[in-house]
Structures are given as C-alpha cells and as structure tokens.
C-alpha cells in the first residue's frame, strides 16, 4: 500500500469510554453490540438558543386552587426564563441526551412544545423539564393530556411495585438523569408549572396533589425545589455537552445556568428562603451546591469558544519540547471516564497523560509550569454516585500533576497525611514546589537510596513513610543488604515504632496506628524473624492505645496482624485476637465487618479458632451472641452466616441449630414487580426476584416466615448447598432444609476462604473448595467429603488433569432452577426470557472405560447440591474478547499489521476436532467468510457508532470442502486456524476506520454458526 499506513484502534471495553491516546493495539468487540448501543446526535452548529415566543409576554394566572406558594414560586421560575410553552404546537421531537458515565449524545424522542419558527434552519421545541432544545426531528403532534394521564398510570405501577400510598413524596434524591428530566412519561413537580402557564389548572392542581400530597394548603414555598430541577437540568446539559465536545450547546447552557441561577437566588433572597447548611451547621455559599463548579465551567466553555482546538492527539514533532508543549495543551481534551460507583477516573491509563510521561525527563519543568499554573479543566467528570446532584470536572493541573508522578514514579511528595487540592491556585503552588524540590534532591540518586532516606528521614506523612517501605523492598535484594546504619529490617521496625506514637489523640492517632500497623506488615515477607518478633509488639501498641480511645479505625489492623502472627504459628495470635474482640462491642468494629474474622476462618482446623468463635457466638453472655442467635434482628448476623466461619466446626453448629428452630420471625411478601420483601423485627428489606420460579405462590402473597426459612434461604447464595425459598410450600421447604443441614454435615468442613478462588463477585461468601486427589476418587473419599463422585466399580477409571482448579464451568443441561430476566433492545422492545441458574466451578474430572470406550464425568458444584455431570451436558465458557459459535466453539479475530487472524476455542467438555485447512488458493472453507468494511470517519468508537459502513468487495471466494486431517482440541484450549494478509485480499488504500469479522454459516456444511468478534483499525493517511 502506498500512502497510506496502517494502525490498529486501541478502545477498552467498558460501559464507560476512554478514548485511547496511542492507537497501538488491535480492539475486539462482538458484532451484537453495536446494535444495543446508543448511536450520537449530531453537536449544535447555532450559536445560542432562541427564547420561545411568549417568554415576555405578560401572563395572568389562571383562577386555582393551588397554593399562593406555588403560584408565585411558578412566577419566579418564568422570570428567571424558564422556558414558556405558550404559543408553541406539542409534537412528537427527537433531541440529543447526556450521560454523567460519558457525555451520551444519544437521540431521545419524546414530546415538547415546538417553537413555530426555525433559526437558521434549526428547529427548536421547549421540553417538561423547561429547557429549550434543538430539535434533531420534529415529527407528528402529540396529545398532552393523553400523556398527563400515562404519567398518573405510570405513576400508579410504581406505588404498587414499591408498596407506597398514593399522596407520600417520593424519590429523596430526586431524578438526576436528563432523559427523565424530559420526559412526557414521568411525574414531576415542574411538569404542573408548565401545565398550569398554559391554564391547564386541572392538570397542573393533580400533579401537584401526587408529588407534594393531598394537603397543599400546608405546602412550604417550593420554589428552591422547583428552581432546583430546572436549574440542575441546565447544569447536566452543560455539562454532558462538555464530556463529549457539543462545546456550543454546553456554553448556551452555561450562559443561561448563571443567568437564570442570579434570577432565582434574587428571588429567594427577597422571600426571605435560608440557605443549606454546612457539616457545621453553617449557611453555605450558594442556595444548589452543584452550582460552585459553574462559574469555572462557564469560564472554560468562554475560553474554548474563543480558542478552538482539535481534539485529536497531536502528531509527534521532530522538536521534543514542541511536542511536549502540544501534549500540555491538549490535556484539555482528556476525556477518561469513571469506571464505577463508588468509583473513579483512572488518569493513570488515559493515553494523554500516558503520552506526556513516555517524555520523561524533558517533561518535568513543562509539566510543574503546568501544575502550577494551567487553571484549564478537562472534559473528564467524576461523581459519587449518578443518582446524586454533584459533579466534579478533573482540571488540566490534576493530569499534569498524574503525569509528573509517572515520571519520577512517586504518589506522594510530601504533602503529609493529606493532599494538595490541585484544584485550587494555592493547591497547586504549593503541589509544584514540593515535587520541584523532590525533583532537585533526588534526580541523580538511585531509586532504592531515596526511598531508604525518605523513609528514614523524620517530618514526613504517615502515607509517604508507607509509599517509601513499600517501593523500597521492591529493590534488588542484593542492593537493599548492602544499607548497614539502619539496615533495612531497622528501619521498618524503627518507623513503625515513630508511627505508632505519633499523631494527635484520638482518631489521628488512631490512623498512625494502622500505618504503623502495616510498616510491621512489610516485615513478613523481608525478614520473617524480625516479623515474628515485631508482630506482637505492634499487636500490644493498638490494644493499648485501643483501651483509650476505641474507635473502628483499628478493626482491620487487629486481624491482618492476627492472622499474620499465626501464620508464624504463634501460639498466643489467635487466643489474643479472641480476648480483644471478646472485649469489644459489635458497634465499635461494625463498619469493618468483612476481613473482621479472617484470622478464624483462615485457621479452620486450628482449637484456638474453634474455641475463641465458640466464646463469641455460642455464650448468652457473649455481646457478639445476638449477631449469631437472632439473624432476624441483626442485619450483620447475615452477613456470618454466608462467611467463611462455617468452615470452623464450633460456628457450623451454631447454623445447624439455627436451620431446626421454628420460631416465627417475620412475613415474606411478593410484589407485583416479581421482587420479594422481607420483614422482620430488626429490618425490612428486599432480596431477589421470585419471577421464574413455578413453586411460586400469586404476586401480593403474603407468607410466614421461621428463623430456619430465613437462615435456608440466605445459605442458599453459597453454591453447592439445596436452594430453599421461603415463599415455597412449607412442606417442600422443610425437605429442602433437612437437605441443607446434611450438606452442612457432609462438606461443612469444605467450605472456606481461599484466596486463589476466581474472582467473584461478593468474595465474604464461603465457597466450598475441594482438595486435588492424586488418584480416582474412592467412596471414603466421597463420604467425608473430600470428593464429589467416585467411579469405584464401573470399569477402569482414570483422573483428567484440569487446565486449573477450580475451573469456571456451564451446566448447559441444568434446568431446575428457572428464572425470568428482563431485556431491553435499542429500538424500545422488551419483555421477559426465561433463563436458568447453570453457572458454577469443576473441580474434579474422572473417565471410566468401558468396552474400550470412555465416559467423562466432571464433579460440578453450581446452585443447589454437588453433582456429577456427563461431560456433554458441560461447558467452560470464557471472559473477553471472544464470540460464541454454535456447538461448543468460540471464535476471536486480531488484526495485526497487514494481517488478521482467526482462533478458535473449544469451550465443549470433550475433545473437538477441527479442520486444519481453512484457505485454499484464494477461496476459504465451506461455510468460513471474511467480512470486511470500511468508513471514512477514522476516530470511530464501536460503542456509539454513527459511522456509515461501506462493504468492501475481496478476492477471497467461499466453498471448498476439502477434507484433512483434524486438528484435536481439549476442553479450554484455543489455537490460530488461519491468518491472512488482508492487504492481498481487499483494497485497504484509503485512509479512514476499517472493520473485519469471519461468518460461519452451518447451511455451507460448517459445523457451528455465527460471528468472531469485530476487528477494528485505522489506516492514516502519510
């Protein structure tokens, strides 16, 4: 190819996008995807918004019975421009969205006002949350009134869904999202003010009476609750039109957000309305607290307008310190996303900042120039959760000062136990002196020797002492011997001692502690002697300071200090461990609930855990005995049930007996929407979803519920052991209960903790966990439980080596517990699927021969009992990139350079044969094709695709039915069937997003059927 050069397009995978600064490697998504996605609006082109005809046109309202309050708050929101409907034809419209998780831009239809004349040929309509929008389409009219009715309707199935009375305020956070905000479907406060200036007092008195209550005339001044929503609609606009660079539409929000903002707060002033207090009891700044990041983000957007920039990554530049220079001003455009709530952004992976510190050296006074001061913001927003109005915008000092720390390789420089805010002019001087200085002082010593002076010298955080310990042990050992004067065993020790005893009394101290507490720590795996020794002086330091001062801080130091200590079988760790807990109340260490009693159940067979467990629980006297007795009235109580504990006999019990008491404890109900809710004296809560489940009774029943219902139902979360519902027939759930307690007679000494487990998703949760055997199962070993089947006495038998232990496994054939799940497709379609609980882990395989044939068996532990599983009726499905075929087989291609390949997995439970031979000449396999499309738009995203595809026309024919010989596959393991130079095959010469997929179709005579993921990459032009 000439002119034209070849990259592969790196995106993540993720519900959150992250635009990759280097287009180094090759993405994989599967074709199915791109059809559930939201595919972006267009930016607006205008250069502001219009005001609907009728803005300020004087306006009489209309004789009610509406509070005073509420009419005269609907006054002032219209005089601070919320948006007038009066004047404008309700039709069907299509407008862009946002999202908090990454600027959205979707198309939502909905229904609004449309202003009767275009600007520039731009439609424009006035939507229920009071904002004008451009319109994308204006479409059919509509019917208000109709909608006003769907909203009561709609509102009616979320009462009885949620079990509330009609007349109660809901929703405490209010709606956040901007696609609710709008809507013609949901009830809200706003929609009467807008219904109520057209006249529609009927309509406007209804929705008042459903949201605020029947008892209006006590209603307090609503108009910070009403100028709120408006205010936090126009906020979110503008600032998802940040995230995704609708720069024109998020300045026109801007403007009217600080203009409509001065209006309210005039008003709320005059009407004598106080504003929201402080952790202090002190009135804040501003009435909406989301609005302190306004003025910077106004100012941002005023500066962008007059300072239009690509927001592409710049080309590298044969001047180094040009192209520095050209990636400090394009951190602007950085535009990470949060990847989870609780959650954050992860700067350290965003391609911008990654790009600055592959700079190194030559980067750092560019970079503290930046820090210190660049008061830009980036288009990166974080939040607590999205439900909530805050938001955060990552500023352009915050990346500088991310990428200055991938540099020198330092999180911490000094600033004590806390952080600089960066965000801030004094933050920010202050951020770039210290690391200025680090810089200065250390550039020319080797690693290891700063962190052994840092961690040495006195005056710093407790942080930056733990940052040091821990980077300096990841040295060459060889090195780190060689300090004499303290040697660095001393060191550590002698920091943790300082740390110990430092910090102001009280929770300061507290913190210093369990700094201190993990400077011990790092001893284990340096100089175990030293560790053995130092453990339980640290141990005596926290139950000291503890006897003063209690305070949950130190919960977590207590147990990973135990447990170490009786992993250097000390025999006083877990009896000492013990006596403190003992002397503590529940309150006192609630908050640090998980890990609390690892130290027991990481020594399930040891009598000290047995004993201490057994003094905690099963003594009336015990302060922690309710959690364990009463689980009805002690919410934590659950949470112990499910742990780990269970793996110690003296726990177990305590559950057996449990799972026999009768003793009736609450009411089970089941709602309309298929969710069932408990109710006891101590909580009321709600669990699961009966949908599905034909032993079901009728939605709104409501049954009895015992102690041992209670405590089956919740054993039923850990795999392995008979599922018990407590809505089920009594009867069956009694059989179902008597099951429960021989499993946890059978394998209770299985069920543990085990670090090495797959990743799940609540890691508190016991798992049965069976050891290797290296030989066939025998029947002891299956009666004690150290076994899931044996196959003594049906032939020859023979042990299968698994790839790992466990292994991630389907029970495709399983299906005795059926639930219903809901799906939604992009078009608005959705309904219920049945599916079934089939998910589990392998630990054991065994074969036995027959008349020369053998049968595989896997030992299969899912939800419900153990079983042994014929190996036909088991699948291993696999994480990832790969795309599954039909019978068996999934399916990956790559693109790299000029080639793409295509490997094949056999997820089946038996061996697969495969053709060898995919290609012949220029022709592929029967059934095998090789999509491949092209589009101009190089900076395509898959997950909001709005590229127009083009297929390209090959060289490659399809058909050839050669046989060969087969290429054998076992269960798990993938091979490369078939790579190809995609360059002979297809014309790649025009620069733009190219991407490729292999078909197989089982009509051809091919065995499976369907696609291998997508393979994107980019050709740029020279």
């Not at 085990?754 to 290797?772: G, I, Q, T, Y």
């Amino acid at each position: 190819m000439s002119g034209a050069c070849i990259h592969c397009a790196c995106f993540q995978l993720s519900p959150i996008t992250r635009r990759s600064g280097l287009l180094l490697t090759a993405f994989f998504l599967a074709a199915s995807l791109f059809a559930q996605e939201r595919r972006p609006a267009p930016h607006f082109q205008g250069k502001e918004l219009p005001e609907p005809p009728a803005q300020t046109e004087p306006w009489q309202p209309p004789q009610t019975t509406l509070p005073k309050a509420f009419v005269s708050a609907t006054e002032a929101l219209f005089q601070a421009r919320f948006a007038d409907p009066r004047g404008c034809e309700y039709r069907v419209i299509k407008v862009a969205v946002g999202s908090c998780w990454d600027g959205g831009g979707g198309a939502l239809t909905t229904h609004g006002w449309v202003l009767p004349a275009a600007v520039a040929g731009q439609r424009f309509a006035v939507c229920w949350n009071g904002l004008v929008y451009p319109a994308l389409s204006v479409g059919d009219k509509a019917d208000w009134v109709k909608d006003v009715e769907s909203m009561f309707q709609a509102e009616k199935e979320l009462e009885k869904r949620r079990g509330e009375k009609s007349g109660k305020k809901r929703r405490i956070n209010r709606e956040t999202a901007e696609a609710s905000l709008l809507s013609h479907k949901d009830l809200l406060p706003l929609k009467a003010c807008l219904l109520f200036r057209l006249g529609e007092e009927e309509s406007a008195h209804k929705i008042a009476a459903a949201w605020y209550g029947p008892d209006l005339e006590s209603l307090k001044d609503p108009l910070l609750e009403l100028a709120e929503d408006w205010l936090w609609a126009l906020f979110d606009r503008g600032l998802c039109a940040h995230m995704r660079g609708d720069d024109r539409l998020a300045l026109a929000s801007f403007r009217r957000l600080h203009d409509g903002y001065a209006k309210v707060e005039s008003a709320a002033v005059k009407r004598g309305l106080p504003k929201p207090q402080d952790g202090n009891g002190q009135p804040e700044g501003k009435y909406f607290r989301f609005f302190g990041a306004m003025s910077d983000l106004l100012e941002d957007q005023e500066r962008r307008a007059k300072e239009p920039r690509s927001d592409k990554l710049p080309k590298k530049d044969a001047d180094p310190h040009k192209h520095i220079r050209a990636l400090i001003r394009d951190l602007e455009n950085i535009d990470a996303r949060q990847w989870g709530q609780p959650g954050g952004i992860s700067l350290n992976l965003d391609g911008r900042v990654t790009a600055l510190a592959a700079q190194g050296r030559p980067a750092i006074e560019p970079l503290l120039e930046c820090l210190e001061k660049d008061a830009r913001l980036t288009r990166a927003v974080g939040f607590g959760r999205d439900f909530f109005r805050y938001r955060y915008v990552v500023t352009v000092a915050e990346a500088a000062h991310e990428a200055l720390s991938q540099i020198l390789n330092v999180d911490r420089f000094g600033e004590g136990n806390d952080r600089w805010d960066v965000r801030t002019p004094e933050g920010r001087r202050q951020a770039a002196a210290a690391i200025r200085a680090h810089w200065q002082r250390f550039k020319d010593r080797p690693a290891h020797e700063r962190w052994m002076t840092l961690l040495t010298e006195d005056g710093l955080g407790r942080d930056q002492y733990l940052e040091a310990a821990r980077k300096l042990l990841n040295a060459p050992r060889k090195e780190l011997e060689k300090f004499r004067s303290p040697t660095v065993t001393e060191a550590l020790v002698l920091r943790a001692r300082a740390l110990s005893e430092s910090g102001a009394p009280g929770s300061e101290r507290m913190w210093s502690l369990g700094a201190a507490s993990s400077m011990a720590l790092l001893l284990v795996n340096w100089d175990a002697k030293a560790a053995a020794e130092e453990l339980p002086l640290q141990f005596e330091r926290c139950r000291d300071y503890w006897n003063q001062y209690k305070g949950d801080a130190l919960a977590s130091s207590f147990a990973s200090l135990s447990e170490a200590r009786a992993r250097f079988k000390d025999p006083k760790a877990l009896p000492d461990f013990g006596a403190w807990l003992a002397s503590t109340k529940p309150e006192e260490v609630s908050s640090y609930r998980w890990g609390l009693f690892a130290p027991f159940w990481s020594f399930p067979e040891d009598p000290a855990a047995n004993r201490a467990v057994a003094a905690l629980f099963a003594d009336p006297k015990s302060q922690w005995h309710g959690w364990a007795r009463r689980p009805d009235e002690h919410s934590q109580g659950q949470e112990l049930i499910t742990s780990p504990l269970l793996g110690l006999a003296s726990y177990r019990d305590i559950v057996i007996d449990l799972l026999a008491d009768k003793t009736k404890c609450g009411m089970v109900t089941l709602s309309e929407g298929g969710h069932i809710e408990y109710r006891t004296k101590g909580y009321t809560s709600g669990r699961g979803s009966y949908r599905g489940d034909p032993s079901a009774p009728p939605a709104g029943t409501e049954i009895e519920m015992r102690i041992c219902d209670l405590v089956a139902d919740l054993l039923s979360q850990i795999n392995g052991l008979p599922v018990v519902r407590p809505y089920w027939p009594q009867a069956k759930r009694d059989r179902a209960i008597t099951a429960c307690i021989q499993a946890l007679r059978r394998y209770g000494n299985r069920l543990q903790f085990d670090a090495r487990m797959p990743k799940r998703e609540n890691p508190s949760v016991a798992m049965l966990v069976f050891p290797a055997l290296e030989e066939p199962a025998s029947k002891e070993h299956v009666q004690f439980g150290q076994a899931i089947f044996s196959l003594d006495g049906q032939g020859k038998v023979r042990t299968v080596p698994l790839p790992q232990r466990p292994l991630k496994a389907r029970w495709v054939a399983n299906k005795e517990y059926p639930v219903e799940v809901q799906w939604a497709s992009a078009d608005g379609k959705s309904g219920w699927r049945t599916e079934y609980w089939q998910d589990g882990l392998v630990w054991q395989a065994e074969e036995v021969v027959r008349d020369g044939r053998a049968q595989r068996f896997y030992g299969f532990v899912g939800k419900g009992p153990v079983a042994r599983v014929p190996a036909e009726e088991i699948e291993f499905p696999v994480e990832g990139r790969w795309q599954s075929l039909t019978n068996g087989i999934d399916a990956m291609a790559s693109v790299e350079g000029k080639s793409i390949s295509l490997r094949l997995r056999n997820r089946a439970g038996l061996e697969q044969s495969l053709p060898k031979n995919w290609i012949s000449k220029d022709s592929l396999r029967a059934g095998l094709e090789l999509v491949v499309e092209y589009t101009e738009k190089s900076d395509v995203q898959p997950w909001h695709n709005d590229a127009k595809w083009q297929m390209l026309k090959g060289k490659l024919q399809g058909g050839f039915a050669e046989k060969d010989a087969g290429l054998t596959l076992a269960p798990t393991v993938d091979a490369e069937v078939l790579r190809l130079n995609l360059g002979d095959y297809f014309d790649l010469k025009r620069a733009g997003a190219y991407r490729a997929r292999y078909v197989f179709t089982s009509a051809e005579g091919c065995r499976w059927e369907g696609t291998s993921p997508d393979a994107y990459f980019v050709v740029a032009s020279d």
